[in-house]
């Protein structure tokens, strides 16, 4: 054989070489395969356990947002037109009562607004710092640790929740899942318990703001509607009184003391000069207009104006038993877990032992190469 093949042959890899060299080295296999489930052993044992729980939530019934749904709340007074004029003794206000909700919260709003705040970072962080100032030491040795820093503290504990959302694809949300993870199987339980209460505390905040908010804003409202029709009223009482104190004097000059015509006597298509209706007429209707200053009734001549101020006493009467009110509910509170989530032992120690399997292997392969390596002469060049 030339040495081209020779060489060749040597190269080439025999199964049943390996199988022998494996079977000469046992030892080498059985050695690193009980080490690695030593260690697996030894990890599994003296890991820190961490217990997992959680909360099952869903979305509260209609009758828990009754507050939510009276009169008050359901109907707006709206400005459509308005046009002022103090004949027939008023001014008259186009008005119109709307079926626009000063507030409206359904039970599918409601469950979706709680749900964001649960799922929120700045919630939990709110949680988490209310967590530190606390007086429990057991917990806060297991939340807080002092050589990181409060960014890197907040991020480990963040990601100790998890959230689930079964219909979040579909937009059909009826129930979410939290989930909360301690190397404490009571605390944890505790913490997600009390977390969840707070966030929906949160949020309820957050809706009695709101709803004051819009209640204000529409009392603001009404009263720049108020304010608006008493200043058209005066201004039109005051140019009516200036007419008819004109015409009276224009009455008087003609010797006109009585009226000139009566009701029947006039065209529809026609009126005739305010002079036609008599000194004495005239000067009597501008002192009723007067002395219409004087009473404190003068806004019922105002109309349009009674129907505000009555929807303003009706939303300042507004109150909502807010202890009768549930945004979400918790269908599951947490629950004290039996047994960790982390570490699984056995998984552990059969990696371990399967990975120590392997390395013992490459063991095994590289102590019988070595065992036949030749030591090769070196030639040395004699010049």
Same mark, same amino acid.
């Given at each position: 054989m030339s040495d081209q093949q020779t060489n060749a042959r040597r190269d080439e890899i025999d199964l049943f070489d390996l199988v022998d060299d494996i079977r000469d080295k046992w030892y080498w296999v059985v050695g690193v395969s009980i080490l690695g489930a030593l260690l697996a052993i030894v990890y599994a044992v003296t890991t820190t356990p961490l217990y997992r729980t959680e909360v099952v939530i869903k979305d509260a019934p209609g009758s828990d947002l009754v507050a939510f749904n009276q009169p008050a709340l359901r109907t707006t007074l709206v400005l459509e037109a308005r046009k002022d004029s103090l004949k027939d003794g008023g001014s008259t206000s186009d008005f119109a009562l709307s079926a626009e909700p000063v507030f409206e919260l359904t039970s599918e709003t409601a469950f979706l607004g709680a749900r964001a705040v649960i799922r929120s970072a700045s919630t939990r962080k709110a949680f988490y710092q209310k967590l530190v100032r606390g007086?429990?030491?057991?917990?806060?040795?297991?939340?807080?640790?002092?050589?990181?820093t409060e960014e890197q503290n907040l991020a !480990? *504990?963040?990601?100790?929740?998890?959230?689930?959302?079964?219909?979040a694809k579909e937009k059909l949300d009826v129930f979410m899942t939290v989930s909360f993870e301690l190397s404490d199987a009571q605390l944890a339980t505790d913490v997600l318990n009390d977390y969840v209460a707070f966030a929906l505390s949160k949020y309820d905040l957050q809706i009695q703001s709101e709803l004051d908010r819009k209640l204000n804003a529409q009392l603001q409202l009404n009263e720049s509607w108020a304010d608006s029709l008493r200043a058209a009223y005066d201004a039109e009482k005051e140019r009516r009184i200036v007419e008819l104190s004109e015409a009276a004097e224009i009455a008087a000059v003609i010797g006109q003391k009585q009226p000139f015509y009566n009701s029947?006597?006039?065209?529809?298509?026609?009126?005739?000069?305010?002079?036609m209706m008599g000194e004495q007429a005239l000067r009597a209707e501008v002192s009723q207009l007067r002395s219409r200053s004087q009473l404190k009734s003068e806004? !019922? *001549?105002?109309?349009?104006?009674?129907e505000i101020l009555q929807n303003t006493a009706v939303l300042k009467s507004v109150s909502v038993d807010w202890k009768s009110v549930n945004y979400a509910l918790v269908d599951q509170p947490a629950l004290l877990p039996r047994k960790p989530v982390k570490p699984r032992k056995i998984l552990i120690v059969v990696l371990g032992g399967i990975g120590g399997f392997m390395m013992g292997l490459i063991a095994a392969l590289i102590a019988a190469g070595s065992a036949r390596h030749v030591v090769r002469p070196r030639y040395i060049k004699i010049q």
């Open positions: 007086e429990d030491e057991v917990l806060k040795a297991l939340i807080f640790n002092e050589l990181l !480990l *504990f963040l990601e100790r929740f998890s959230f689930s959302d079964p219909g029947n006597d006039v065209v529809v298509s026609s009126e005739p000069p305010l002079y806004d !019922l *001549f105002i109309n349009g104006l009674p």
